[in-house]
C-alpha cells in the first residue's frame, strides 16, 4: 500500500472533478487507450438530488459524470453483474458498492479481470427525499435554489444560486431523524481497500485528490495515467497522511457507537411481522442473483395466486444467506414499503456472523465459510 496526491493535468476535468479530477483523468486514459470498453460512473439527472448511473464509452462524456453525488444509489455492483459482465470496464465504487462487487467476484458472478475499481473513500449518501425535506427544514432555503452540496468537517454544506453557503452539523440533522441514511450511520468501511486505489478529499491539499494504491492493477492505474501525461502527482507530507488517517478513525467510532444503539433497539419480530411479502428487498439486493432458481420462487413459497408464506419463514430464508453476504448497503430499507429497517436487521446478523467466524462480506480477502471447505467443520 502507498499513498500519493494527484491531479488531473487537463483544465477542464481539473475544475469538475470534486477534489483533483484524478478519478475522471484515469477514466479518460482507460478509455483513450482502448484498456476498457466503457467506464460506468453517475451523472446528475432532473437536479442535483438525482444520480444516474451512466455507461460511458466516449471520453468525451466524461466530464458531465465528474464530481461527487451525495444522494445517488449503490447500485455498482448489479450493474456490473447484471448489464456489464461480459464487457471490461472501469467503475467508481465506494465502499458499500465496492463490498457487492467483491462478494459478487466470489461467486463468479464478476469477472475480476474485466474491471478496474477505482475506490472513492466515503462519508455517507443521503436519500434525495431526506435531502430535500431537510434543506426546506433546517436551511430555511427552496430545495431548487441548491447549486451543489457537500459533506465536509461534520457539517453537510450547501452552495446557493447567489454564491453563499450554509451549513449544519450532520449529528444535528441525524438526532432530528435526517441527515445520512441509516445504514451510512452505522457504516464502517470508510475507505475502499479492496478496490485497485481508493480516493478521497480526506488529507487533501485543495485541489489534489489523496489517492491510496492497494495493488498492483491500481499501480498501473497511476503509472499509466502519468505516462500519457493527464495525470500529476505528488508525495503527501506526513501530517497529509496522519490528518486521514485521525478521520477515517473518528468516522468508524462514530458508526460503531450508531451500530450498538441501532441493534440494541431492533426488535426483529415486531418488524417482520408488517412485511407484506412483496419481494423488493430481494429484487433490489445487489448480492442477490439467482433469481431463477431462488428458494423464495418455489411453489411451497410462492403459490400462484396465494400470500406467500409466513413473513418469518420467508424472511427467514434470506436471513440464512444474507448472514455472510450483506455488505449493508441500504438498498432495502429505501424500496420497503412497510419502513422495516431490513438492513440493520441483515447488519445486525452479519456481525454476529462475524464473531463466529471472523468473515466479513466485502472486506475479507477468503470465501464465506460457508462457501469453502470450512463449511463442514462448522
Ligand atoms: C457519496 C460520497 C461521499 C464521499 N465522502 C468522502 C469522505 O467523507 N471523505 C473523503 O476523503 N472522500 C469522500 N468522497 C470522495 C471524494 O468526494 C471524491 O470523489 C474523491 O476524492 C475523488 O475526487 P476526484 O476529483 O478525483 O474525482 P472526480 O474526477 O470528480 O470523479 C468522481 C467520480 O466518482 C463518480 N461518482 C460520483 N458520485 C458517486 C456516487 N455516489 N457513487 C459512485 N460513483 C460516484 C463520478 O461519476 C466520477 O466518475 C465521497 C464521495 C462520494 C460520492
Ligand atoms: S453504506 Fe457506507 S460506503 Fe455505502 S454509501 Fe453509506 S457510508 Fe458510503
Ligand atoms: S440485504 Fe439490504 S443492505 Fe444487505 S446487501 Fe442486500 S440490499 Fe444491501
Ligand atoms: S421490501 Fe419490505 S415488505 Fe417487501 S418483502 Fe421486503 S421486508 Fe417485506
Redesign the pocket.
Known amino acids: 500500500m502507498s499513498y500519493l496526491l ?3 493535468k487537463d483544465d477542464d ?1 481539473l475544475k ?10 484515469i ?1 479518460k486514459y482507460l478509455l483513450d487507450n482502448g484498456i476498457v470498453d466503457g ?1 460506468l ?3 446528475p439527472g432532473d437536479d442535483i438530488y438525482d ?1 444516474v ?2 455507461f460511458v464509452t466516449d471520453s468525451e462524456d ?1 466530464l458531465a ?10 447500485m ?1 455492483g448489479e450493474l456490473v453483474r447484471k448489464y456489464l459482465f461480459d464487457k471490461k470496464v472501469a ?4 465502499p458499500c ?1 465496492m463490498r457487492a462487487v467483491d462478494e459478487l467476484i466470489k461467486r463468479n458472478k464478476i469477472n475480476s479481470d474485466n474491471i478496474y475499481t ?1 475506490g ?6 443521503v436519500s434525495p427525499i431526506t435531502a430535500r425535506k431537510m434543506i426546506d427544514l433546517f436551511y430555511g432555503v427552496d430545495p431548487d435554489d441548491v447549486l451543489s452540496e ?3 468537517k461534520g457539517q453537510f454544506i450547501i452552495e446557493l444560486k447567489d454564491g453563499s453557503e450554509k451549513g449544519v452539523k450532520i449529528h444535528e440533522l441525524e438526532h432530528e431523524g435526517f441527515g445520512r441514511r441509516e445504514n451510512c450511520q452505522r457504516c464502517d468501511v ?2 475502499p481497500r479492496r478496490a485497485n486505489i481508493a ?6 491539499e485543495d485541489g489534489w ?2 489517492i491510496e494504491i492497494n495493488d498492483e492493477r491500481g499501480e498501473e492505474l497511476i503509472e499509466g495515467a502519468k505516462k500519457a501525461n493527464i495525470l500529476d502527482t505528488k508525495t503527501p507530507s506526513e501530517n497529509s497522511i496522519e490528518a ?1 488517517s485521525k ?1 477515517e478513525g473518528i ?1 468508524i467510532k462514530m458508526a460503531q457507537k450508531n451500530q450498538n444503539a441501532n441493534f440494541d433497539g431492533a426488535n426483529e419480530m415486531e418488524e417482520w411481522n408488517r412485511c407484506i411479502k412483496c419481494y423488493a428487498c430481494r429484487d433490489v439486493c445487489p448480492i442477490c442473483w439467482c433469481y431463477e432458481n431462488c428458494e423464495l420462487n418455489k411453489s411451497y413459497f410462492k403459490e400462484a395466486g396465494s400470500v406467500p408464506p409466513e413473513p418469518i419463514a420467508f424472511q427467514g430464508v434470506r436471513l440464512s444467506h444474507m448472514s455472510f453476504s450483506c455488505v449493508d448497503c441500504g438498498q432495502c430499507d429505501d424500496v420497503c414499503p412497510s419502513d422495516i429497517p431490513v438492513s440493520l436487521i441483515f447488519d445486525k446478523l452479519q456481525k454476529k456472523y462475524y464473531d463466529r467466524t471472523g468473515y466479513i462480506a466485502g472486506v475479507s480477502d477468503e470465501k464465506p465459510p460457508l462457501y469453502s471447505p470450512e463449511k463442514s467443520e462448522l
Not at 65 to 74: D, F, L, M
Not at 199 to 204: F, Q, S, T, V
Open positions: 494527484a491531479k488531473s476535468i469538475a472533478g470534486e477534489c483533483g479530477g484524478a478519478v475522471t483523468s477514466f467506464v460512473a453517475i451523472r444520480g448511473p451512466t466524461l459524470t465528474a464530481g461527487s453525488y451525495h444522494c445517488s444509489p449503490t455498482i467503475v467508481a465504487v465506494k458498492d477505482v472513492l473513500n466515503c462519508g455517507g449518501t457537500e459533506i465536509d470508510k475507505i480516493c478521497g478529499n480526506w488529507g487533501a485528490t489523496f486521514r478521520v468516522m
